[in-house]
């Protein structure tokens, strides 16, 4: 054996050893760059996916049984007892320009000199429904503990049964939501968004 192949011969464990240490300390270094960005992205990307919304019947005490609506597997207090969980499609989720949220059912409508309208309109039988409605009309919804509460339907931003959603329709207000929050032009395709309705 020449000696210049004996000398190579003799180095290579060292210098395999040398790449796989570097390579290892690659690998790290970008695990960790991944894991920096992404975590504070997730707190950004995961809260705009539209979960489903569980309508959730508890015992609260003897005799005693409070309708919850909580996003879709979350935990009940300790103190109280499930006694019934559904997704009913018919619920809305109410977003208002400000930022409340209200899940209820729909119960009506009025009209701009406070008439209860004799029927829901048409835009009630879609999954979601981009704001405002027209200047002057009012929702009449029912909340979770039953009460009839009237809001004003100009200060509403979208309207969404989130359990009667499919996956794409899920995925377009996701992205439309990162669009409102990072103020990027949003598609205007007519399946992207729903077009609000006509004043």
Do not use: C, Y
């Not at 975590?39 to 309708?67: F, I, K, Q, T």
């Not at 119960?107 to 009630?124: C, F, H, I, V």
């Not at 200047?135 to 931003?157: C, F, M, S, W």
Request: without cysteine; hydrophobic residues 45%.
């Amino acid at each position: 054996m020449e000696p210049g192949n004996a000398i190579f011969l003799h180095m290579m464990p060292r210098l395999l050893s040398f790449v796989l240490r570097r390579s290892g300390t690659a690998a790290v270094l970008l695990a960790l760059i991944a894991v920096s960005v992404t975590l504070p992205a997730r707190h950004v990307l995961l809260p705009a996916w539209p979960e489903r919304v569980e309508e959730v019947l508890a015992e609260a005490g003897p005799g005693r049984v409070e309708r919850l609506f909580l996003p879709a597997g979350a935990a009940v207090s300790s103190e109280s007892v499930v006694v019934a969980r559904s997704q009913p499609i018919e619920l809305w989720r109410i977003e208002g320009d400000s930022g409340e949220v209200t899940h209820a059912w729909l119960a009506g409508l009025r009209d701009a000199e406070g008439a209860l309208m004799p029927k829901l309109p048409a835009w009630s039988e879609r999954v979601r429904v981009d704001g405002p409605l027209p200047d002057g009309q009012r929702l009449v919804v029912i909340t979770a503990d039953h009460e009839k509460v009237e809001i004003d339907a100009a200060g509403l931003r979208r309207m969404l049964r989130p359990n009667a959603m499919s996956v794409s329709q899920r995925g377009k207000l996701w992205v439309d939501r990162l669009g409102e929050r990072w103020k990027w032009p949003l598609t205007t395709t007519a399946d992207a968004r729903m077009t609000p309705l006509a004043r």
